[in-house]
């Protein structure tokens, strides 16, 4: 065990994952000398040379672009995109070539390509820096989107994207990205387990459901309304596409009350998926309506307004409210 | 038609051989048939103010950098070493002409005469942009890199198709040129013919790559590919910019298609006040870039013609100090957003779905104020 942050734990994950596998490399734009704006890939350029860390030219689409070409040809690319929203120049080669080239192919051509992207905001930065574009993926077909709240996930998980035959959008949470952690780096994985969801604190009152940035917030929101007698279960969903639902489902049914939170707007959002996929699923065991706690559905707003924007520990349990058809909830939407 | 173009060899030196230029380092005016005619009227008065504007714009910098590291503004793009490139280009256009920026352009902002207060707005995180790019013929500034490129495009279509007068122009970086929106871009343009001028500033680095990972050559020569005008000038030479600029701005305006203008110069700054500078770049390239301040040599071209430096020096500092006393003022009388603020002109017209959000939040605020608790 060490004690790593979610950075550290991306970095030395990269690292294993290059070591293990030569075909690994990495690609994007900064990764080499400056490490990425983000320092994940520091000093892996300087161990592994110049074809193994690729800092590429300025152009997203050409990166994903390139990297379904060395895909073809054999290599596990793991491309950068230096925040989330940057990957839309990309979108095209993305959701058009490579989520479909293995249907196209009839299953002959697979690209193990792992694309992280840094999402979410709280960082206070400008426009473009903080957005949460999960939705867009996870409705794109022949896609799996994943993403990790901790360092062990974010080193896990990490490994399990790179060594998983399809292509994966692995999401991190960039606001979590100096918390500290124990990591297990000897940990062999199931390969299978990328795409559990984990139940992070046992309760029998509701089941709140977060990722990647809002876990924390989750686990803080039931700790306080634990002091209100409201015992709540938390479930981390780590894979957005495809969902685990059996988890899910479990969970629902044993509480009979679901709150759902995630930075990236309302409408038509992973929430909307996974509420619609839960009635169906649980309906008889339902006491309150799905609740979604969830960013406006505005352009992600100036640093000085993100505060409102993005869920947080009173608005989670607003929602919990509720979900529990409790008065005094303040939002006041229908339940 | 055969082109050819010379060899290009990345590691013989830039200089003026590889560059169009007006005045060198050292302040000597040489003759540049190119250039001359289009600068032919500016004479001691005029270059002083050009001086003071390139002066404005280095105050301008230092006190952004200055607020960010205050905590007033969340972020910062330096463009010290870059005042040249865009004090002459933006001293060259008409007032109609429209510009389509990325981030950097604070020089040419300030050339539009935008305000203090609008200039800093966006950077302090207080509003996704500043100014209504219709009041200062001058579209708000852009992050994602070249995507303003063929805004410029379809814009100078228009113009085009109107019949107008004015042309557009565009600046962007020496990495965004690897962008697939800056070469539809040029193929807009040159399709139909468009008056607009593509400003690349080379200033040698995108964050911390290198202008060799995006090309090979010269960038100018990869624009000529596209059938387009090309000026490749000295970009920390003031005069040369200028001269390229009106000259590409000529003949964009006579119906002859889109132009090229590659200014090299250099970003002796950090890329933000995010970035460390020190873990790619080398300080000998640093020094090499200080001799050839886009200042020192108009001063000491002046000099040469008698005019009274001191003077110069004393009213470009009672200028930027003003201008320095404006921004620190926008800043302290800058208000917060609101929370209406969050909602606002998402849409141009009333959003039933939005209308509710924006309810039901402010009722939730509201039952705060009510309970006399609560962390809002
Ligand atoms: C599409 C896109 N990708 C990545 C970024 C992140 N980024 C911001 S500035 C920059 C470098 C830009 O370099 P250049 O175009 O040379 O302009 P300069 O900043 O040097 O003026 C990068 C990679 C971005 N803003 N947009």
Redesign the pocket.
């Given at each position: 065990m060490k004690t790593l942050t979610f950075s550290q734990a991306l970095n030395t994950s990269l690292r294993s994952a290059m070591e293990h596998d030569s075909k690994v490399v990495l690609m994007g734009?900064?990764i080499g000398k400056l490490g990425g704006v983000f320092r994940i890939t520091d000093g892996l350029q300087k161990d592994f040379g110049q074809h193994r860390v690729i800092d590429t030219p300025?152009a997203?689409s050409g990166i994903v672009g390139t990297a379904i070409g060395l895909a073809f040809r054999g290599y596990r690319p793991v491309v950068e995109i230096?925040?989330d929203g940057?990957v839309y120049?990309a979108f095209d080669q993305i959701v058009s070539q490579l989520a479909k080239m293995h249907f196209r192919s009839r299953g002959n051509v697979k690209l193990p390509v792992t694309i992280r992207i840094p999402f979410g905001g709280g960082i206070g930065s400008p426009e473009h820096h903080s957005e949460s574009p999960e939705a867009y993926f996870a409705h794109t077909a022949g896609l799996r989107v994943v993403s990790p709240s901790n360092p062990q996930d974010a080193y896990t998980m990490l490994q399990q994207a790179i060594a998983d035959d399809d292509p994966v959008i692995f999401l991190e949470p960039k606001r979590r990205y100096h918390v500290r952690g124990e990591v297990d780096t000897d940990l062999v994985p199931d390969p299978g387990s990328l795409y559990n969801a984990q139940v992070v604190r046992e309760g029998a009152d509701l089941t709140l459901i977060a990722y990647g940035p809002l876990v924390k917030t989750a686990m803080d929101a039931a700790a306080a309304a634990q002091d209100e007698g409201i015992d709540i279960e938390v479930i981390d969903l780590r894979s957005i596409e495809p969902v685990d639902f059996v988890t899910l489902s479990a969970s629902v049914r044993k509480t009979g009350r679901v709150v759902i939170a995630h930075e990236a707007s309302k409408f038509g959002g992973i929430g909307a998926e996974l509420a619609a996929s839960l009635t169906e699923r649980c309906f008889d065991h339902l006491d309150h309506a799905p609740v979604r706690v969830t960013g406006f559905d505005i352009p992600y707003p100036p640093s000085k307004l993100e505060h409102h924007h993005l869920p947080d520990l009173d608005r989670i349990l607003d929602g919990v409210d509720r979900a529990m058809r409790r008065t005094g909830d303040l939002l006041g939407e229908e339940g | 038609m055969l082109t050819v173009s010379p060899t290009f060899d990345p590691k013989a030196p830039e200089g003026p051989d590889t560059y169009l230029q007006v005045i060198s380092p050292d302040g000597t005016r040489h003759p540049c048939p190119e250039l001359d005619e289009w600068v032919g009227d500016i004479d001691v008065p005029a270059l002083e103010k050009l001086y003071i504007d390139m002066a404005c714009i280095r105050r301008l910098d230092a006190e952004g950098t200055a607020l960010q590291r205050q905590g007033e503004l969340g972020l910062w793009a330096p463009l010290l070493g870059q005042e040249a490139a865009q004090i002459g280009s933006g001293r060259a256009l008409e007032n109609d002409d429209f510009i389509f920026p990325?981030y950097?352009e604070h020089g040419v902002a300030y050339c539009r005469g935008v305000n203090p207060h609008d200039l800093l707005r966006m950077w302090r995180g207080a509003a996704p942009s500043g100014w209504n790019p219709y009041e200062v013929n001058m579209a708000n500034q852009q992050?994602?890199?070249g995507a303003q490129t063929l805004h410029a495009a379809g814009y100078a279509m228009g113009l085009k198709f109107d019949g107008s007068a004015a042309a557009a122009i565009t600046y962007?970086?020496?990495?965004?040129t690897s962008?697939g929106d800056v070469s539809e871009a040029m193929v807009f343009a040159a399709s139909y013919q468009a008056p607009l001028v593509f400003f690349c500033?080379n200033?040698h680095?995108?964050?911390s790559e290198p202008v060799a990972r995006q090309t090979t050559g010269h960038i100018a020569d990869r624009a000529a590919g596209f059938g387009l005008a090309t000026w490749r000038v000295d970009g920390n030479d003031v005069l040369a910019v200028m001269a390229a600029t009106r000259a590409a701005l000529a003949h964009v305006r006579t119906g002859s298609g889109p132009a090229f203008i590659e200014a090299v110069t250099y970003?002796m700054g950090a890329?933000t006040t995010a970035d460390d500078p020190t873990r790619y770049r080398d300080a000998l390239e640093l020094e090499e870039w200080a001799a050839k301040d886009p200042l020192d040599r108009v001063a000491a071209h002046l000099d040469s013609l008698g005019a009274d430096l001191g003077e110069l020096k004393k009213r470009s500092e009672s200028a930027a100090d003003e201008l320095a006393a404006g921004l620190r003022e926008a800043i302290t009388t800058m208000p917060d957003p609101t929370v209406d603020d969050l909602f606002a002109h998402v849409y141009s017209h009333p959003h039933q779905g939005l209308e509710e959000q924006r309810e039901n939040y402010s009722n939730y605020l509201a039952g705060f104020a009510v309970q006399g608790q609560g962390t809002k």
């Open positions: 734009e900064d300025l997203e230096q925040f940057f120049p | 990325s950097r992050i994602v890199i962007f970086g020496d990495g965004a962008q500033q200033n680095w995108a964050i970003r890329h």
